[in-house]
């Protein structure tokens, strides 16, 4: 009968330790090749951005450039109208307050500026929140908080 030989011998053994060292020592290269790929193709799609942007800037100073162009930017934007033009201009019933109007109620009508500057400097001496905004309830008047006393600070000094 044959001995049985054994199924890992030192040369198996010493084999499969360099081939462990040798993976393990290429493991970070790879994955630093790997993040260097990632980082190059984030690069160019930036660079590529840049690029179409730069070109649309580009095409609209171009554009700019053009009296024609500005003219018509112009009347577009600012409703300008030549001298001896005949020049309308049409407004849509939404953005006027005509649909308001039409249907009974009465858009909130804010107050003057001084009235919510004044509002302002009555919550901030009373250490409140500043005035509502408009079509809310309106905070008491001077007169009314003149009317009643308010009530010192606890962490005022005495004298």
Same mark, same amino acid.
């Given at each position: 009968?044959?001995?049985?030989?054994?199924?890992?011998?030192? +040369?198996?053994?010493?084999?499969?330790?360099?081939?462990?060292?040798?993976?393990?020592?290429?493991?970070?290269?790879?994955?630093?090749?790997?993040? *260097? +790929?990632? *980082?190059?193709?984030?690069?160019?799609?930036?660079?590529?951005?840049?690029?179409?942007?730069?070109?649309?800037?580009?095409?609209?100073?171009?554009?700019?450039?053009?009296?024609?162009?500005?003219?018509?930017?112009?009347?577009?934007?600012?409703?300008?109208?030549?001298?001896?033009?005949?020049?309308?201009?049409?407004?849509?019933?939404? $953005?006027?307050? $005509?649909?308001?109007?039409?249907?009974?109620?009465?858009?909130?009508?804010?107050?003057?500026?001084?009235?919510?500057?004044? +509002?302002?400097?009555?919550?901030?001496?009373?250490?409140?929140?500043?005035?509502?905004?408009?079509?809310?309830?309106? $905070?008491?008047?001077?007169?009314?908080?003149?009317?009643?006393?308010?009530?010192?600070?606890?962490?005022?000094?005495?004298?």
């Amino acid at each position: 009968m044959a001995a049985k030989r054994p199924q890992l011998t030192g +040369r198996a053994a010493i084999l499969a330790v360099v081939v462990c060292a040798i993976a393990m020592s290429l493991a970070y290269p790879v994955r630093e090749y790997v993040a *260097q +790929r990632r *980082q190059i193709a984030q690069l160019e799609a930036q660079q590529a951005n840049a690029l179409r942007k730069l070109q649309n800037l580009e095409q609209r100073r171009r554009r700019l450039e053009d009296p024609d162009y500005i003219k018509r930017l112009a009347k577009e934007r600012l409703f300008y109208c030549e001298p001896g033009a005949d020049c309308y201009q049409v407004i849509d019933e939404e $953005t006027s307050g $005509t649909a308001a109007a039409k249907a009974g109620t009465k858009p909130p009508e804010r107050p003057a500026w001084y009235v919510t500057v004044w +509002r302002s400097f009555e919550a901030a001496d009373k250490g409140r929140p500043a005035a509502p905004a408009a079509g809310q309830s309106p $905070t008491p008047t001077a007169s009314a908080s003149a009317s009643a006393p308010a009530p010192a600070p606890a962490s005022a000094p005495a004298g």
